[in-house]
């Protein structure tokens, strides 16, 4: 188990110091701030949807290590998504990270978050990227706080 958690880690850490997909996008359709106080995390969040498929996500932002691998995996994972798989996924993601889905069922890199669940603070930074992109996707431009 300690293996697989440094395998963890490592992604994360990986994530944090080269994030994907950072910076603006080109022709977004949506976009969306995430904050979240109690952490001090910060995420600007731009996606371009055609035809009910998103297309591309990018993201900006400052934040914890968590907060921010957690941004750029889902802007990997969800690009070329529908906007239906995109909801089923957040569902199942956040599940994970709060214990309700165990590991192993398919979430594939997603997973190395699921440690965040023994930290229920941690939860709100792990998911607070997924919730600026659905209010982006929805066209609600306004900003989303977790409190
Ligand atoms: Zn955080």
Same mark, same amino acid.
């Given at each position: 188990?300690?293996?697989?958690?440094?395998?963890?880690?490592?992604?994360?850490?990986?994530?944090?110091?080269?994030?994907?997909?950072?910076?603006?996008?080109?022709?977004? =359709? %949506?976009?969306? *701030?995430?904050? $979240?106080? &109690?952490?001090?995390?910060? !995420?600007?969040?731009? +996606? /371009?949807?055609?035809?009910?498929?998103?297309?591309?996500?990018?993201?900006?932002?400052?934040?914890?290590?968590i907060s921010k691998a957690s941004a750029s995996l889902m802007t990997e994972i969800v690009g070329g998504k529908s906007v239906d798989d995109f909801e089923s996924l957040f569902t199942r993601f956040h599940d994970?990270? =709060? %214990?309700?889905? *165990?590991?192993? $069922?398919? &979430?594939?890199?997603?997973? !190395?978050?699921?440690? +965040? /669940?023994?930290?229920?603070?941690?939860?709100?930074?792990?998911?607070?990227?997924?919730?600026?992109?659905?209010?982006?996707?929805?066209?609600?431009?306004?900003?989303?706080?977790?409190?």
């Amino acid at each position: 188990m300690s293996d697989l958690r440094d395998l963890y880690q490592s992604v994360i850490l990986d994530h944090y110091k080269k994030p994907r997909n950072y910076g603006a996008l080109a022709d977004a =359709t %949506g976009h969306a *701030e995430g904050v $979240n106080p &109690l952490c001090g995390d910060h !995420v600007t969040v731009q +996606v /371009r949807v055609q035809g009910g498929v998103v297309e591309a996500v990018g993201f900006e932002g400052t934040g914890c290590a968590i907060s921010k691998a957690s941004a750029s995996l889902m802007t990997e994972i969800v690009g070329g998504k529908s906007v239906d798989d995109f909801e089923s996924l957040f569902t199942r993601f956040h599940d994970l990270v =709060t %214990g309700e889905e *165990e590991p192993g $069922n398919g &979430l594939g890199k997603l997973e !190395v978050l699921s440690g +965040v /669940r023994e930290f229920p603070m941690r939860v709100k930074c792990a998911t607070l990227a997924w919730h600026a992109l659905r209010a982006a996707i929805g066209g609600d431009e306004g900003e989303i706080s977790t409190e």
